[in-house]
């Protein structure tokens, strides 16, 4: 299993990235799937995820502003983030998790300019 996470960059705040994991060897529908984000000298918290009956659930400080969807003929789900701040800065991971089982994606940088 592999996942594949892309889209980070620099951006100034206020804008926008759209982030997209993408799975081979897993299908995300059959799995909670969310995004996860690690700030510099902090630890990895939990950002956005699809819940076992479809629904989500979001980080208190990134609702309104971000929004987890899944693609599942494309087998991918993405992060859209709008209205940026500088302490969205952090190196984001998709996750997934099967049974026991949990996966994570190889992560990627975003960062927020003030």
């Known amino acids: 299993v592999q996942l594949q996470a892309s889209g980070g960059g620099l951006v100034q705040a206020g804008g926008s990235l759209r982030l997209s994991c993408a799975a081979s060897?897993?299908?995300?529908?059959?799995?909670?799937v969310g995004w996860y984000r690690q700030a510099p000298g902090t630890q990895r918290d939990f950002v956005a995820t699809?819940?076992?009956?479809?629904?989500?659930t979001y980080r208190y400080s990134v609702k309104g502003r971000f929004t987890i969807s899944r693609d599942d003929a494309k087998n991918t789900v993405d992060l859209q983030m709008i209205s940026l701040k500088p302490e969205d800065t952090a190196v984001y991971y998709c996750?997934?998790?099967?049974?026991?089982?949990?996966?994570w994606g190889q992560g990627t940088l975003v960062t927020v300019s003030s």
């Open positions: 996750r997934a998790r099967q049974g026991q089982r949990i996966y």
């Open positions: 060897g897993l299908i995300f529908s059959d799995t909670i």
């Open positions: 699809f819940n076992g009956d479809g629904t989500t």
